[in-house]
């Protein structure tokens, strides 16, 4: 994955795309009802049936990251009940710049137990680079980007290229690549679970980011900052459960170590 911080996005569009004016950061519908999840916005380019569509994708994506999560928990968990996340289609809704993701809607996202957000912009290839779009594709790990503001991770671009934008397949394709939305998905959850003090489920989501991480073939700089940024948080977890007085799961006993998993 070749990633670069969301302050450089208008810079990019300005010399990618001759885009007019992006869709507004508008409320999501649903957005607040409880449960952890995914919000999936608008593509640009994409029409809203395909969108649905591909929320329908992801949502069956994330059903099946809930069932790998159950088999692969790390050492030390204590048979975690690891909770579903549920993509929710955010009609009229895209991420105009940096500045949208502030504090206050950060805070708010993170209230309504949104782990991820999801975005693109994308222009047609021109003809001499053949058919298909370059995409930039928006990734806000809101827990993240909520309880550690600095990190560079909190929120993401991806630099890349889809077939089209009127296949729910191919744009899934563009959002997902080498599992990036299991891995962000698994680093939000992991991450709000930490700062909630569900240490069990924190380690759990961490290490299946890791581990997926690990997975990951000609990484490149940046995914190896997020692989070491999400093994500090992993052992974290296991400090701040020894140090809790209230905490009495299998971590108590446990060593900020790395992460044990079952195969995936």
Same mark, same amino acid.
């Given at each position: 994955m070749t990633r670069m911080?969301?302050?450089?996005?208008?810079?990019?569009?300005? &010399?990618?795309?001759? =885009?007019?004016?992006?869709? %507004?950061? *508008? #409320?999501?519908?649903? +957005? /607040?009802?409880?449960?952890?999840?995914?919000?999936?916005?608008?593509?640009?380019?994409?029409?809203?049936?395909?969108?649905?569509?591909?929320?329908?994708?992801?949502?069956?994506?994330?059903?099946?990251?809930?069932?790998?999560?159950?088999?692969?928990?790390?050492?030390?968990?204590?048979?975690?009940?690891? &909770?579903?996340?549920? =993509?929710?289609?955010?009609? %009229?809704? *895209? #991420?105009?710049?940096? +500045? /949208?993701?502030?504090?206050?809607?950060?805070?708010?996202?993170?209230?309504?137990?949104?782990?991820?957000e999801v975005w693109a912009e994308t222009a047609a290839l021109p003809a001499a680079e053949g058919p298909g779009f370059r995409a930039l594709v928006g990734y806000a790990l809101v827990p993240l980007r909520h309880y550690v503001p600095t990190s560079a991770q909190g929120v993401v671009i991806v630099e890349s290229k889809a077939k089209s934008v009127d296949s729910p397949a191919d744009l899934l394709a563009l959002l997902d690549q080498s599992g990036t939305l299991a891995i962000y998905t698994a680093i939000g959850s992991g991450v709000r679970s930490l700062y909630a003090e569900d240490f069990d489920q924190a380690r759990t989501q961490l290490c299946l980011a890791l581990t997926r991480l690990e997975k990951l073939r000609n990484p490149s700089p940046d995914d190896s900052d997020l692989r070491q940024a999400v093994r500090d948080m992993a052992q974290d977890v296991v400090r701040r459960a020894v140090a809790s007085p209230g905490y009495r799961g299998a971590l108590k006993v446990g060593s900020p170590g790395s992460c044990t998993l079952a195969p995936l």
């Open positions: 911080a969301i302050g450089v996005f208008a810079a990019m569009l300005a &010399g990618l795309f001759a =885009a007019p004016c992006l869709a %507004q950061m *508008r #409320p999501c519908q649903g +957005a /607040a009802e409880p449960g952890q999840k995914v919000l999936v916005d608008d593509i640009s380019g994409a029409q809203s049936m395909v969108l649905g569509l591909l929320e329908q994708r992801i949502d069956a994506a994330l059903a099946r990251l809930q069932i790998e999560t159950r088999s692969a928990q790390p050492a030390g968990a204590g048979g975690v009940d690891v &909770g579903r996340v549920r =993509a929710l289609r955010c009609s %009229q809704r *895209r #991420p105009p710049d940096s +500045a /949208a993701f502030t504090t206050a809607i950060a805070r708010e996202l993170n209230n309504n137990e949104v782990v991820l």
